[in-house]
């Protein structure tokens, strides 16, 4: 049974950071694209950034202040959101598709940025 876990969400201030976390269960990371998505109120889900075969590539709108990482050893999944702006107020997804076309989702992390 698959599970992806995610945490790390909560409030900061504008200007501020926070670490997400999506620990995985069930598979191996490393064998999948690993995603992270938003969706804000009233938005479609959009993507923020994925991370497979140690590649990485980022939506425009985050490129230089987000960095996805894997921890191999722990299976787990890392966004580090740097320079938080209130549009970047979501719930953040962690997303696994395997090259077969399977995804997996996680249940979602609510990030609030706001003074």
């Known amino acids: 049974q698959v599970q992806l876990v995610e945490s790390g969400g909560g409030l900061v201030q504008p200007g501020g950071s926070l670490r997400l976390s999506c620990a995985a269960s069930?598979?191996?990371?490393?064998?999948?694209?690993m995603g992270w998505y938003r969706q804000a109120p009233g938005a479609q889900r959009e993507l923020v950034g994925t991370?497979?075969?140690?590649?990485?590539s980022y939506a425009a709108f985050v490129k230089g202040r987000f960095t996805i990482s894997i921890d191999t050893a722990k299976n787990t999944v890392y966004l580090q959101m740097n320079s938080l702006k209130a549009d970047d107020t979501a719930v953040y997804y962690c997303?696994?598709?395997?090259?077969?076309?399977?995804?997996?989702w996680g249940q979602g992390t609510q990030v609030t940025v706001s003074s």
């Open positions: 997303n696994a598709r395997y090259s077969t076309g399977t995804n997996y």
């Open positions: 991370v497979g075969s140690a590649v990485t």
């Open positions: 069930g598979i191996v990371v490393s064998r999948y694209v």
